[in-house]
Every structure is written in structure tokens, then in C-alpha cells.
């Protein structure tokens, strides 16, 4: 069993920054990718970054040059920077750790989930 678990979140104005970490227990944390997920009211939930076991970074499009995701291996924990913050980045932000042959960028292929956390960013 893996458990995830978010912070960091908050409100905060537009071209400000927030960082959020997601802390994990369970198995071996640095044989799996992780990826962070957003889902805004009334709107599906969409990928925003991934970090694959061996460091490969992939963002959407929307957050490319703003986000940075990262990892500590020895700590078990994937960190978000999010800079420039817009308001249509506000949403609960998830982090997921992805299965042995899921899909990397689509909810359906991340087995573990945290329980979120809010970013509210007002204009």
C-alpha cells in the first residue's frame, strides 16, 4: 500500500508562487514515476508534470516555463514549484504515482493518489 500525501497549497496573487511537496510511504518510491494532476471546478482532471524513476520530466503545455517538478529520492517526496501563477491555474492540485505500464499522462494510469491540496490564485 502507498500513501500520498500533499501540501503547500494556499492562495496567493496572480504572478506569485507557491511550492507543493507530496510525501510518500509504502514501496519503493524511486522505481516508480510520479506525476502531479490538477482538477479545477466542473472540469475533468488534468496532468500538469511528471517525473519519471530515472529523472525525465515531462509538463503540459499550460505550465511549461512555469512549473518545475522534482524529486527526492532519499526523502520520498516529489516537490511542485509553481511560479508566474495565473488565475486558471486555480484547482486541487493531486499528486499520483504511476503503475508498472500505465499511461503516463492520462488519471488512468496512476494507481496511488494523494488527497489534494487547494491552489486558489486571485487576479
Known amino acids: 500500500q502507498v500513501q500520498l500525501v500533499e501540501s503547500g497549497g494556499g492562495l496567493v496573487q496572480a504572478g506569485g508562487s507557491l511550492r507543493l511537496s507530496c510525501a510518500a510511504s509504502?514501496?519503493?518510491?524511486?522505481?516508480?514515476?510520479m506525476g502531479w494532476f490538477r482538477q479545477a471546478p466542473g472540469k475533468e482532471r488534468e496532468f500538469v508534470a511528471r517525473?519519471?524513476?530515472?529523472?525525465?520530466?515531462t509538463y503540459a503545455d499550460s505550465v511549461k516555463g512555469r512549473f518545475t517538478i522534482s524529486r527526492d529520492n532519499a526523502k520520498h517526496t516529489v516537490y511542485l514549484q509553481m511560479d508566474s501563477l495565473k488565475p486558471e491555474d486555480t484547482a486541487v492540485y493531486y499528486c499520483?504515482?504511476?503503475?508498472?505500464?500505465?499511461?503516463?499522462?492520462?488519471?488512468?494510469?496512476?494507481?496511488?493518489w494523494g488527497q489534494g491540496t487547494q491552489v486558489t490564485v486571485s487576479s
Open positions: 517525473i519519471s524513476s530515472t529523472g525525465s520530466i
Open positions: 499520483a504515482q504511476q503503475g508498472s505500464s500505465g499511461h503516463a499522462y492520462h488519471p488512468t494510469g496512476y494507481n496511488y
Open positions: 509504502g514501496r519503493t518510491f524511486s522505481s516508480y514515476a
